[in-house]
Every structure is written in structure tokens, then in C-alpha cells.
């Protein structure tokens, strides 16, 4: 009776600890093979007056997630809260052309605005990179991530990422910093958050009072 019952067991549990390992432990995670546009401008970035702006000369390149991996966002819809952008259209935001030039990038109206992509189910999330606009040197103002199942983002919402260090948008006081866009965009982890929306944040720029995005890219599975 007794060996039996640890025979049934170790035949179960090998199964289940693969699955849980590969996900949760993070020594066994991925690189996502980001792929990044070609750089739009070169030389020194026209210093950006933000208290809260990363001093640091090296961009982050890697996002780490289990294997099998990939990005989510590829093609699906993307809603906004100026459903009529003044240039582009939404559909430009989850594309996959993360070019930096006139022709790639969609502009909001001014002040906090948001863009919303729904992943068509849940899944679970490792990571978000977005492109702003990076053909001229800029930061963001009050860059907010959220992940929720709540299509309305009134209930379940979780805050990934927050560079909003006054409250001015009041999702909370943002320890994150603020960054001068390049191509490389920025990477902001997800730690295995489960949701199918995820929402972005933006209340204008350093250079003027619009909001940009070229691309936003959500991996997980
Ligand atoms: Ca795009
Ligand atoms: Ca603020």
C-alpha cells in the first residue's frame, strides 16, 4: 500500500516540477530576441530637465522570460483614449515596424493619455517594451504600465512600471525613472503577472505636449 502510493508519486511529480521550474525559476529563463530599429539620431541627447531621469549611458538590451516566450502584442487591437490619433492610426502601435522615421510613429493629443492592447485572453506576462518616438532626443512624462483582465481598468489592476514621481497622475508615487528615448526603447518587467490588457501611460514630453508610440511589444505566453 505504502509503495504504491509513493510510486504514484514520483511518476506525477516529475511532470508538474518541470512546469513549474521552467516558469518560476528565473536561472532558467530566456533572452527574448528583442530585435531593435536602427538608431534615428547620434551624438549627445539635448539634456532633458526631469528630477527623476536615468544618468545611466547604457541602454538595457536583454528581457528575460521562460522559454516559448514571445511577443503577444503582435497585431492586436489597440484602443486608446483619443480613439482619433492627430497623426497615425492605433493599429501603427502593435505592428512590428519599430522605425523611427515620419511614417512610423502615432501621435495623441496632448496631456495624459492612454493606449490600451488587449491580448484576446489572459496570459501570463514577463515583460513590456515600448518605443515612444526616437528620432529625436525626448523623455516622457509620467509613464504609467498597468495589467488588468478589467477591459475598463477599474478592477484587478496592477502597476508594472511607474516614473510618475509626484503623483500628478494619481496611480501612485512612481519610483521608476524617467529615460531619454532611443531605439532601443525601454523594457519594464512584468514577473509573471497574469492579464490580458495592458495599459500604457503618458502625460506629454520633454520636447512638447504630445504623446508618441512607435511600437509597444508585451512577452509572455
Ligand atoms: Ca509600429
Ligand atoms: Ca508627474
Same mark, same amino acid.
Given at each position: 500500500?505504502?509503495?504504491?502510493?509513493? #510510486?504514484?508519486?514520483?511518476?506525477?511529480?516529475?511532470?508538474?516540477?518541470?512546469?513549474?521550474?521552467?516558469?518560476?525559476?528565473?536561472?532558467?529563463?530566456?533572452?527574448?530576441?528583442?530585435?531593435?530599429?536602427?538608431?534615428?539620431?547620434?551624438?549627445?541627447?539635448?539634456?532633458?530637465? #526631469?528630477?527623476?531621469?536615468?544618468?545611466?549611458?547604457?541602454?538595457?538590451?536583454?528581457?528575460?522570460?521562460?522559454?516559448?516566450?514571445?511577443?503577444?502584442? #503582435?497585431?492586436?487591437?489597440?484602443?486608446?483614449?483619443?480613439?482619433?490619433?492627430?497623426?497615425?492610426?492605433?493599429?501603427?502601435?502593435?505592428?512590428?515596424?519599430?522605425?523611427?522615421?515620419?511614417?512610423?510613429?502615432?501621435?495623441?493629443?496632448?496631456?495624459?493619455?492612454?493606449?490600451?492592447?488587449?491580448?484576446?485572453?489572459?496570459?501570463?506576462?514577463?515583460?513590456?517594451?515600448?518605443?515612444?518616438?526616437?528620432?529625436?532626443?525626448?523623455?516622457?512624462?509620467?509613464?504609467?504600465?498597468?495589467?488588468?483582465?478589467?477591459?475598463?481598468?477599474?478592477?484587478?489592476?496592477?502597476?508594472?512600471?511607474?516614473?510618475?514621481?509626484?503623483?500628478?497622475?494619481?496611480?501612485?508615487?512612481?519610483?521608476?525613472?524617467?529615460?531619454?528615448?532611443?531605439?532601443?526603447?525601454?523594457?519594464?518587467?512584468?514577473?509573471?503577472?497574469?492579464?490580458?490588457?495592458?495599459?500604457?501611460?503618458?502625460?506629454?514630453?520633454?520636447?512638447?505636449?504630445?504623446?508618441?508610440?512607435?511600437?509597444?511589444?508585451?512577452?509572455?505566453?
Amino acid at each position: 500500500m505504502k509503495k504504491t502510493f509513493i #510510486l504514484a508519486i514520483s511518476l506525477i511529480t516529475p511532470a508538474i516540477f518541470t512546469v513549474t521550474a521552467q516558469d518560476t525559476d528565473k536561472s532558467k529563463w530566456k533572452d527574448m530576441e528583442i530585435d531593435f530599429p536602427k538608431p534615428m539620431f547620434v551624438g549627445t541627447p539635448v539634456a532633458a530637465k #526631469l528630477p527623476n531621469l536615468d544618468k545611466s549611458k547604457k541602454p538595457r538590451l536583454v528581457l528575460k522570460a521562460p522559454a516559448g516566450s514571445e511577443n503577444l502584442a #503582435l497585431d492586436m487591437e489597440v484602443t486608446s483614449s483619443d480613439p482619433e490619433p492627430i497623426i497615425g492610426d492605433l493599429d501603427m502601435i502593435c505592428d512590428g515596424d519599430k522605425d523611427g522615421a515620419d511614417g512610423s510613429y502615432t501621435e495623441l493629443g496632448p496631456g495624459k493619455q492612454w493606449v490600451q492592447v488587449d491580448l484576446e485572453e489572459e496570459a501570463t506576462i514577463y515583460g513590456i517594451v515600448v518605443w515612444h518616438f526616437h528620432k529625436n532626443a525626448r523623455a516622457y512624462i509620467d509613464v504609467v504600465a498597468q495589467v488588468s483582465n478589467d477591459p475598463e481598468f477599474k478592477t484587478g489592476v496592477v502597476t508594472v512600471f511607474n516614473n510618475d514621481h509626484d503623483n500628478s497622475s494619481k496611480a501612485g508615487v512612481g519610483k521608476d525613472l524617467a529615460w531619454i528615448e532611443t531605439n532601443h526603447g525601454r523594457i519594464f518587467d512584468v514577473e509573471g503577472k497574469k492579464a490580458r490588457y495592458v495599459r500604457l501611460w503618458s502625460n506629454g514630453n520633454t520636447a512638447n505636449e504630445m504623446n508618441h508610440y512607435v511600437e509597444i511589444e508585451v512577452y509572455g505566453k
